[in-house]
């Protein structure tokens, strides 16, 4: 099984400000993702953040919202961007190896 | 579609069984994953299975039907620490998980 941290752990942050959140794999991965996780429901994937090249976004997130780096394949990194209450969420960066394996998560609170 | 269906909410009692039920509709069809997740905390592997059948992993296991598009996760001897919720994901023919919107399960002494 794969080892994740993400950091930071939880944030409180204020509307029209930006956060970026950090994923750090124990081991070299190909597949890292992203995912959002709103109070009360299930996990939505935002996008697959691929080494050496621009990410994967999902249906209902863009680049300019959620930009994110891979800079190689142990790292990646997601920034929410122009922050609004209504992101307010639970971050969770996952990786594949033979199955799924989650980090920690990012707690965001905007006010 | 691709469609995942779980109960949304289940209540047991401390020492006793509970099933909890899955089903499925995706493009293709690459394997079904039971997740865990306590309040506040990321979802944890439970198992894995992409062949009809039961697997058994101790107190927790996990059926597929692939034909009636059907899983089930089985808790037995059920312990105060077992409530959470209990996520269902099915991979599609891209190898894209498919996420239930899992089930709450509370546990009562």
Known sequence: SAVISQKPSRDICQRGTSLTIQCQVDSQVTMMFWYRQQPGQSLTLIATANQGSEATYESGFVIDKFPISRPNLTFSTLTVSNMSPEDSSIYLCSVETYTQYFGPGTRLTVL | ?109
């Open chain 2, 1 to 109: 579609g691709q469609n995942i269906d779980q109960p949304t909410e289940m209540t047991a009692t401390e020492g006793a069984i509970v099933q909890i039920n899955c089903t499925y509709q995706t493009s293709g069809f690459n394997g079904l994953f039971w997740y865990q997740q306590h309040a506040g905390e990321a979802p944890t592997f439970l198992s894995y299975n992409v062949l009809d059948g039961l697997e058994e992993k101790g107190r927790f296991s996990s059926f597929l039907s692939r034909s009636k598009g059907y899983s089930y996760l089985l808790l037995k001897e059920l312990q105060m620490k077992d409530s959470a919720s209990y996520l269902c994901a099915a991979l599609d023919s891209n190898y894209q998980l498919i996420w239930g919107a899992g089930t709450k399960l509370i546990i009562k002494p």
